[in-house]
């Protein structure tokens, strides 16, 4: 038993090398996912849509088609105030 004849020595550096690039590929698309989850792309930014904390008139989030419990809002980003209101505003219907 003594060394390895070169061409192990070359796979194994092949494969640890595949290897390792393989882990920085999967770490690479971890951080992107989390980062789509952390801001949804799709969801508009408050000051798109001329959001404010209280409400218009008799409008505000809690009557609001897009309002999910207990504050959020599925087409506008972050935390909404239930009390807030915004362009988007989409009555429910009664
Ligand atoms: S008023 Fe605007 S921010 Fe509030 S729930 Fe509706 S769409 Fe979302």
């Given at each position: 038993m003594g060394?390895?004849?070169m061409s192990s020595t070359i796979s194994r550096r092949r494969f640890f090398g595949t290897a390792t690039g393989g882990m920085a590929?999967?770490?690479a698309?971890?951080?992107q996912a989390h980062r789509a989850k952390a801001s949804d792309a799709s969801q508009l930014r408050k000051e798109d849509v001329r959001y404010q904390d209280q409400p218009k008139g008799?409008?505000?989030c809690r009557l609001?088609?897009?309002f999910v419990t207990p504050n959020?809002?599925?087409v506008v980003s972050g935390a909404v105030n239930?009390?807030?209101w915004c362009?988007?505003?989409q009555a429910v219907p009664k």
């Open positions: 060394a390895l004849p590929l999967a770490s698309i971890a951080v008799e409008q505000d609001c088609k897009n959020s809002c599925r239930p009390n807030g362009l988007l505003f």
